[in-house]
């Protein structure tokens, strides 16, 4: 439903033939929702160019930042032409409030001031025109506008200071003059575009000086800067070129000749007398006799029809948008003239005399701080369709001074009404203030350059609901931050944009969101690094990975990574230590290549001889400590082990994984071994069957691969022991015969040489030599004695790589044998 229209619903179905057809509802002023069959709109998602940086504004998911690919890179900016200037001046102008056309006043006692100016900004000076508040310093400043249009190649520029720092103005320059959308140059491109413009530069409510100020114009030598501020400012350095013109109020026929004016009636003497008495008071400041001829409207009125603002007050009993003139100022009832303390702080007495929608307007305005919110938004905010009149009634009464493109209240008016109780509700004004502006600001149809120029009253707010003692006060100040910062971002007002990322988070601080707390600080590191300050880029980084590790946002947490990766590339510093959480993890195919050598210092890694078992398996490592495709080839700090320290942490839990796995597959192969062996005693059919074949060489060979001797064809039978196996004798010619070493049971372990046997093997009773390398006994075999073999007949193979010999002196050899029983070893 349009937010500033009620509904059809909201009326009689019979409206009495208004539009075409019952139920037709009244056509939207600004339209804020598309109509019913239309498509809405999607959630925007903006791309702009940020000096080397591409930045995507997302209003869901957050923004991303990365380097600019060169295919993406703007050209240099084209110049606004004449007719383009004329066009974003008339945009950026403040809106013409409804109603009946004011009076045009005329610009008394300023024509010395007006010469002087246009004087020094033809010779290039820069002038600094000092006022006070009320002293008419914009109306002056339009007059010397229009007889500077033709002074500088790039003509006049209007530029507005209120809330805005050196920076934001640099900006705002470059924008005035140059056509780039989505366009925002970094600092050394900024200030080398400004140094060519050469335009005059009328800046109203400048609100810094001294060194500030100095920069600005040492980044814009080809400007004529007029500055107009008001006496509270920090003045220029002492070494500043700036000239001065002070502006003071009118003199007494000044005034009254304005009081007239804005009457538009010749004053009674009794007027006239209650003019000057004013003039004294308010030391002849236009402003104060603006709103005087108001009150003298409004008695005017009066004195024809003593009901016309009715008893609470307000126009109820005339049209809003009545004219005064002097064919009202007739004699009826005797109205006495305000006091002199009421003429000289008029606003609560005007505003008593105003209409109900125009009193609310002035209290969301004490709300806001002054800020007075877009006459689109006025019948939202206040429940009357007809609500945006209001701003014309204030503009009327002398109540609003314009600022930039929008509107706030007058100097001093805040503070009148809130003596007279307009601030009694201003925390929940504010509220609905902010709840209306976060569904706005979030509205897929609102362009971001409509919620920048109604920056200043969605920052106030905020402002005024953090912190809060009301029960979800900051709850709502975090939406409408949440709401508002993407639109900031992709209108470039990157100003108001930190301004209310700051307050946001501050917001979600202490409501306990820690969800968006992390997302304001994502982006104030989003922020810091675009404006070139990666100290604090990496503090708020690091602190919303932190915040999303904890919720398991693993999305945010990549968003987050992925900048803090770029502000480490950007800085040229060491990459940070980020924990990886569970379920993030990215595969990595293993490098073939050459190790790369650690550097000194590191714990070098543990060779494998065995084969490994995941050799050709697939590493799991974070996405963030994989080694690049050209980081082997680059050096520095994009080496695979050159300093970083995630680096080392991944290679220390490499070599700690190749430990743990190398001793879990030994444990495994032993225990299998074991298995074997106490299963040869019971299956030696079973054994003898499976491990027999032709083509396996006997137990005895040699394992050089020379011929082995026959034991019966040289005379030396082999005899069985107790257990039945069949011993070969060595080279001494003397086998043993000690009962006791028929005991034993074969051993399965060969791998090494250097292990002593687990038993000794016993004499063979036959001469008869199994095929098979494995071998069983049988229990009834008992031991028998054999003649000594020759020594010429036996052929035995000596074993030089066993260094434990204390075995063959006494008996044969027991490697061989034990090589037979445990089967193939285990390289």
């Given at each position: 439903?349009?937010?500033?229209?009620?509904?059809?619903?909201?009326?009689?179905?019979?409206?009495?033939?208004?539009?075409?057809?019952?139920?037709?509802?009244?056509?939207?002023?600004?339209?804020?929702?598309?109509?019913?069959?239309?498509?809405?709109?999607?959630?925007?998602?903006?791309?702009?160019?940020?000096?080397d940086?591409?930045?995507?504004v997302?209003?869901?998911?957050?923004?991303?930042?990365?380097?600019c690919?060169?295919?993406?890179?703007?050209?240099?900016?084209?110049?606004?032409?004449?007719?383009?200037?004329?066009?974003?001046?008339?945009?950026?102008?403040?809106?013409?409030?409804?109603?009946?056309?004011?009076?045009?006043?005329?610009?008394?006692?300023?024509?010395?001031?007006?010469?002087?100016?246009v004087?020094?900004?033809?010779?290039?000076?820069?002038?600094?025109?000092?006022?006070?508040?009320?002293?008419?310093?914009?109306?002056?400043?339009?007059?010397?506008?229009?007889?500077?249009?033709?002074?500088?190649?790039?003509?006049?520029?209007?530029?507005?200071?209120?809330?805005?720092?050196?920076?934001?103005?640099?900006?705002?320059?470059?924008?005035?003059?140059?056509?780039?959308?989505?366009?925002?140059?970094?600092?050394?491109?900024?200030?080398?575009?400004?140094?060519?413009?050469?335009?005059?530069?009328?800046?109203?409510?400048?609100?810094?000086g001294?060194?500030?100020?100095?920069?600005?114009?040492?980044?814009?030598?080809?400007?004529?800067f007029?500055f107009?501020?008001?006496?509270?400012?920090?003045?220029?350095?002492?070494?500043?070129?700036?000239?001065?013109?002070?502006?003071?109020?009118?003199?007494?026929?000044?005034?009254?000749?304005?009081?007239?004016?804005?009457?538009?009636?010749?004053?009674?003497?009794e007027?006239?007398?209650?003019?000057?008495?004013?003039?004294?008071?308010?030391?002849?400041?236009?402003?104060?006799?603006?709103?005087?001829?108001?009150?003298?409207?409004?008695?005017?009125?009066?004195?024809?029809?003593?009901?016309?603002?009715?008893?609470?007050?307000g126009?109820?009993?005339?049209?809003?948008?009545?004219?005064?003139?002097?064919?009202?100022?007739?004699?009826?009832?005797?109205?006495?003239?305000?006091?002199?303390?009421?003429?000289?702080a008029?606003a609560?007495?005007?505003?008593?005399?105003?209409?109900?929608?125009?009193?609310?307007?002035?209290?969301?305005?004490?709300?806001?701080?002054?800020?007075?919110?877009?006459?689109?938004?006025?019948?939202?905010?206040?429940?009357?369709?007809?609500?945006?009149?209001?701003?014309?009634?204030?503009?009327?009464?002398?109540?609003?001074?314009?600022?930039?493109?929008?509107?706030?209240?007058?100097?001093?008016?805040?503070?009148?009404?809130?003596?007279?109780?307009?601030?009694?509700?201003a925390?929940?004004?504010?509220?609905?203030?902010a709840?209306?502006?976060?569904?706005?600001?979030?509205?897929?149809?609102?362009?971001?350059?409509?919620?920048?120029?109604?920056?200043?009253?969605?920052?106030?707010?905020?402002?005024?609901?953090?912190?809060?003692?009301?029960?979800?006060?900051?709850?709502?100040?975090?939406?409408?931050?949440?709401?508002?910062?993407?639109?900031?971002?992709?209108?470039?007002?990157?100003?108001?944009?930190?301004?209310?990322?700051?307050?946001?988070?501050?917001?979600a601080?202490?409501?306990?969101?820690v969800?968006?707390?992390?997302?304001?600080?994502?982006?104030?590191?989003?922020?810091?690094?675009?404006?070139?300050?990666?100290?604090?880029?990496?503090?708020?980084?690091?602190?919303s990975?932190?915040?999303?590790?904890?919720?398991?946002?693993?999305?945010?947490?990549?968003?987050?990574?992925?900048?803090?990766?770029?502000?480490?590339?950007?800085?040229?510093?060491?990459?940070?230590?980020?924990?990886?959480?569970?379920?993030?993890?990215?595969?990595?195919?293993?490098?073939?290549?050459?190790?790369?050598?650690?550097?000194?210092?590191?714990?070098?890694?543990?060779?494998?001889?065995?084969?490994?078992?995941?050799?050709?398996?697939?590493?799991?490592?974070?996405?963030?400590?994989?080694?690049?495709?050209?980081?082997?080839?680059?050096?520095?700090?994009?080496?695979?082990?050159?300093?970083?320290?995630?680096?080392?942490?991944?290679?220390?839990?490499?070599?700690?994984?190749?430990?743990?796995?190398?001793?879990?597959?030994?444990?495994?192969?032993?225990?299998?071994?074991?298995?074997?062996?106490?299963?040869?005693?019971?299956?030696?059919?079973?054994?003898?069957?499976?491990?027999?074949?032709?083509?396996?060489?006997?137990?005895?060979?040699?394992?050089?691969?020379?011929?082995?001797?026959?034991?019966?064809?040289?005379?030396?039978?082999?005899?069985?022991?107790?257990?039945?196996?069949?011993v070969?004798?060595?080279?001494?010619?003397?086998?043993?015969?000690?009962?006791?070493?028929?005991s034993?049971?074969?051993?399965s372990?060969?791998?090494?040489s250097?292990?002593?046997?687990?038993?000794?093997?016993?004499?063979?009773?036959?001469?008869?030599?199994?095929?098979?390398?494995?071998?069983?006994?049988?229990?009834?075999?008992?031991?028998?004695?054999?003649?000594s073999?020759?020594?010429?007949?036996?052929?035995?193979?000596?074993?030089?790589?066993?260094?434990?010999?204390?075995?063959?002196?006494?008996?044969?050899?027991s490697?061989?044998?034990?090589?037979?029983?445990?089967?193939?070893?285990?390289?």
């Amino acid at each position: 439903m349009d937010p500033t229209h009620r509904g059809p619903e909201e009326y009689s179905r019979d409206n009495g033939g208004f539009g075409e057809g019952p139920g037709r509802r009244r056509p939207a002023r600004d339209q804020l929702t598309p109509e019913p069959g239309q498509p809405t709109p999607q959630a925007r998602v903006v791309r702009l160019i940020a000096g080397d940086y591409l930045l995507t504004v997302n209003p869901i998911d957050g923004s991303e930042v990365e380097l600019c690919p060169p295919g993406e890179r703007p050209g240099p900016p084209a110049r606004r032409t004449a007719t383009g200037r004329a066009d974003r001046e008339r945009a950026t102008a403040p809106p013409v409030p409804p109603g009946p056309p004011a009076p045009q006043l005329p610009l008394l006692e300023r024509a010395q001031e007006r010469e002087r100016l246009v004087r020094l900004l033809s010779r290039g000076r820069s002038v600094r025109l000092t006022g006070p508040a009320g002293s008419g310093r914009t109306a002056l400043l339009d007059a010397v506008a229009a007889d500077c249009a033709d002074l500088a190649p790039d003509g006049v520029v209007r530029l507005s200071g209120y809330k805005r720092n050196a920076t934001d103005l640099l900006y705002g320059l470059f924008e005035a003059v140059h056509d780039a959308p989505l366009h925002r140059p970094d600092r050394d491109r900024l200030l080398e575009r400004v140094r060519s413009i050469g335009a005059v530069v009328l800046l109203d409510d400048l609100e810094f000086g001294g060194a500030a100020l100095e920069e600005l114009l040492d980044a814009t030598p080809e400007c004529a800067f007029l500055f107009a501020t008001v006496p509270d400012v920090a003045a220029p350095t002492t070494d500043s070129h700036l000239e001065e013109v002070f502006l003071a109020g009118l003199g007494r026929s000044a005034a009254v000749e304005l009081l007239e004016r804005a009457v538009e009636r010749p004053l009674t003497e009794e007027e006239a007398n209650w003019a000057g008495d004013l003039w004294f008071e308010s030391e002849g400041l236009p402003l104060r006799f603006v709103q005087a001829a108001a009150l003298l409207r409004q008695r005017d009125l009066l004195r024809t029809d003593p009901e016309a603002y009715g008893e609470y007050g307000g126009r109820d009993g005339r049209p809003a948008d009545a004219p005064f003139g002097h064919d009202q100022a007739v004699d009826g009832v005797h109205i006495p003239l305000p006091s002199l303390g009421e003429g000289a702080a008029p606003a609560a007495l005007l505003a008593s005399r105003l209409s109900g929608p125009a009193r609310d307007t002035l209290r969301f305005a004490v709300a806001l701080g002054g800020e007075v919110p877009h006459q689109a938004h006025l019948p939202a905010l206040i429940g009357d369709t007809h609500a945006d009149a209001a701003l014309g009634e204030l503009a009327g009464c002398g109540l609003l001074s314009p600022a930039g493109s929008r509107y706030r209240l007058a100097a001093g008016v805040v503070t009148q009404l809130e003596a007279a109780g307009y601030g009694a509700d201003a925390t929940e004004r504010a509220r609905t203030a902010a709840q209306h502006y976060a569904w706005w600001a979030g509205h897929p149809s609102v362009t971001p350059e409509r919620v920048t120029a109604e920056g200043d009253a969605v920052i106030a707010a905020m402002a005024q609901l953090v912190p809060g003692d009301g029960a979800g006060q900051t709850s709502v100040a975090v939406l409408l931050a949440r709401s508002a910062t993407p639109a900031f971002a992709a209108g470039l007002h990157w100003g108001a944009w930190e301004k209310a990322l700051r307050i946001g988070q501050e917001a979600a601080r202490i409501a306990g969101e820690v969800a968006e707390e992390a997302y304001f600080h994502h982006e104030l590191g989003v922020l810091a690094l675009l404006a070139g300050n990666p100290d604090r880029a990496r503090a708020e980084l690091e602190t919303s990975i932190s915040m999303r590790g904890a919720l398991a946002d693993k999305s945010g947490a990549v968003a987050g990574r992925r900048a803090l990766a770029l502000v480490a590339d950007r800085t040229g510093g060491p990459l940070p230590i980020v924990l990886t959480p569970p379920g993030d993890e990215l595969p990595v195919a293993r490098a073939e290549g050459p190790a790369t050598p650690p550097p000194v210092g590191t714990r070098p890694s543990v060779t494998q001889t065995t084969p490994r078992p995941y050799e050709g398996d697939t590493a799991v490592i974070s996405r963030h400590s994989a080694p690049k495709a050209a980081g082997g080839a680059r050096g520095g700090r994009f080496g695979l082990l050159a300093g970083a320290r995630r680096n080392l942490v991944a290679t220390a839990a490499g070599v700690l994984l190749t430990g743990v796995l190398g001793t879990v597959v030994g444990l495994g192969l032993t225990s299998g071994d074991d298995d074997v062996q106490g299963n040869q005693g019971v299956t030696t059919e079973q054994s003898q069957s499976q491990e027999g074949g032709e083509d396996e060489l006997p137990a005895d060979g040699p394992a050089d691969g020379s011929t082995p001797a026959d034991p019966a064809s040289s005379g030396s039978p082999a005899t069985p022991g107790p257990s039945g196996s069949e011993v070969t004798p060595s080279g001494s010619g003397t086998p043993s015969t000690d009962p006791t070493e028929s005991s034993g049971s074969p051993s399965s372990d060969t791998s090494s040489s250097s292990r002593p046997p687990s038993h000794k093997p016993t004499k063979s009773p036959t001469g008869t030599k199994s095929p098979s390398p494995t071998k069983t006994s049988s229990p009834t075999a008992g031991p028998t004695e054999t003649e000594s073999p020759s020594p010429t007949d036996t052929a035995t193979e000596p074993e030089p790589s066993s260094p434990d010999t204390s075995d063959s002196a006494s008996g044969p050899s027991s490697s061989s044998a034990a090589s037979a029983d445990s089967g193939p070893a285990i390289a």
